[in-house]
């Protein structure tokens, strides 16, 4: 393949700038733009070692520089590699990657270092994926869990199941295509315990694909209530900072305001609404019309009610508009004389809570109910979870092919049926993992990877 150069760092200023110099030539093309202080040559190192000098175009230096150089296969491509470090900044960095262009290379496609890695069986489909997820992670749960599926776990249980099928089913082909051999006839309850493990395995994986949503991509959350029952206090608890205007006011908020906030082990996209009431006012209306549009595609409704006046008829609207969406009632300014009633709301809304927003006031158990609704409680990152929908078509696939299988096998058909149907499966287990992707699929998978990586 052609060497290939891009950059690997973030554009903009900082103290390090990375050209990462991929292929066979890269010695070679880097030793035209780098020159050494110690007159060594970089083909010259072995894999590991560093050397210190400037970079250099048309003979003029236009940086200093560290080159570090990596022999393959040990390499995150499998390639012979040359990183060159520079002074960080769009245009050094730039005018660097333009010089070692001029010297032969040729710029790397979105993902294409990456690419190579898988291609050179450095990585598996699953954890090159996990490469962007680890890079666009915006929590500690979503890094920890991008981490362990880099490391192989989803990996691992996809090779289990699959090797678990992959000696069934040859035992079923040799028992049926050598009959003149002393081979073992296969009895059916050890297809059948084969088949019921496997689908056991990928039916738990597929249950980690909502959670790992939830972790990874975040929930569509909105803050409903009347005016002034303290969404925007809320709102500005969980953010962190003051993202919402609070007065005493009614009506304050009249537009949406989004943010999103990290609550426990789950990323909300938040929005904090205008207040639910009959108005006049026309821009208010606007406002409560956004509201109710917003509830409609929300994933998660967080409904504030406020403790300290009686139950109001747009508090009862508020409860028949949410009653058979994911919410959490929150009875809010508990720290006042309370005069709503509270029975009213906890007999329709399973999951409710009560807090003073104002003063931070059992709001651990808010973060408690919210984990619980998004089904991140038990969120164990270590265990592996499918991170994306082609992920998750692989092994829904493969769980169809299988329960054709146990289902052969219920009605008593022949071998050759339930044979036919365990191989697709282990087919569909081989393209979550890459080891039969086609390559629509694997061009699909780096073409959403920033370039550098």
């Keep these: 393949m052609s060497t290939i150069a891009a950059i690997s760092t973030a554009q903009g200023e900082g103290g390090i700038g990375v050209i990462r110099i991929s292929g066979s030539r890269s010695a070679e093309i880097a030793d035209r733009v780098f020159h050494s202080i110690s007159g060594k040559k ?16 048309n003979g003029e230096i236009i940086d200093e520089a560290v080159a570090l150089r990596f022999k393959a296969p040990h390499s995150f491509t499998g390639e012979d590699v040359v990183e060159l470090s520079c002074h960080g900044g769009v245009y050094l960095t730039r005018e660097v990657l333009s010089a070692v262009l001029s010297a032969g290379a040729s710029l790397a496609e979105p993902g294409e270092f990456t690419k190579r890695a898988y291609l050179n069986g450095k990585l598996d489909l699953t954890e090159a994926e996990a490469v962007m997820d680890l890079i666009s992670a915006k929590s500690r749960s979503s890094a920890r869990a991008a981490m362990y599926v880099k490391e192989g776990t989803l990996f691992k249980k996809a090779q289990a199941v699959k090797d678990s099928l992959l000696t069934t089913a040859a035992h079923l082909s040799a028992w049926a295509d050598y009959p003149e051999e002393d081979i073992p006839e296969v009895s059916t309850g050890a297809v059948q315990s084969a ?30 209530g009347r005016p002034n029952a303290g969404k925007s206090t809320l709102m500005n608890l969980l953010s962190g900072r003051e993202r919402s205007i609070v007065t005493a006011i ?35 209306k606007i406002g409560v019309d956004k509201t109710l549009q917003k509830l409609t595609g929300a994933g998660l409704v967080i409904a504030v009610f406020d403790c300290s006046v009686p139950l109001s008829d747009e ?53 408690r109910l919210i ?42 058909f ?35 990877f920033c370039v550098g990586k």
């Design 414 to 448: 022949t071998m050759d049926a339930v044979t036919v149907s365990i191989s697709e499966a282990i087919d569909h287990l081989m393209e979550l993992t890459g080891e039969k992707a086609g390559e629509e699929i694997v061009d699909r998978v780096f073409h959403n």
């Design 195 to 224: 088949v019921a493990d496997s689908l056991d395995t990928l039916e738990a994986l597929l249950a980690t694909y909502d959670m790992g949503q939830a972790v990874k991509e975040g929930i569509d959350t909105v803050l409903v």
């Design 250 to 284: 009614e009506g304050t908020t009249r537009d949406v305001i989004e943010d999103t906030v990290i609550v426990g082990n789950v990323i909300l996209r938040l929005s904090d609404t205008a207040g639910i009431r009959e108005t006049d006012n026309e821009i208010e």
């Design 315 to 367: 508090d009862i609207f508020i409860l028949e508009k949410i009653k058979d969406l994911p919410c959490v009632a929150v009875i809010n300014k508990t720290d006042l004389e309370p005069q709503l009633d509270t029975d009213y709301i906890t007999e329709r809304i399973q999951n409710c809570v009560f807090v003073s927003a104002k003063n931070d006031e059992n709001t651990d158990e808010l973060r």
């Design 371 to 412: 984990e619980k609704l998004a089904g991140t409680n038990d969120f164990d990152p270590s265990a592996g979870i499918i991170a994306n929908e082609r992920q998750r078509t692989a092994v829904q696939s493969a769980v169809k092919t299988l329960k054709e299988a146990k289902t052969a096998l219920d009605l008593g």
């Design 42 to 57: 970089l083909r010259e190192l072995e894999g590991y070692r560093a050397l210190f000098g400037h970079i250099v175009n």
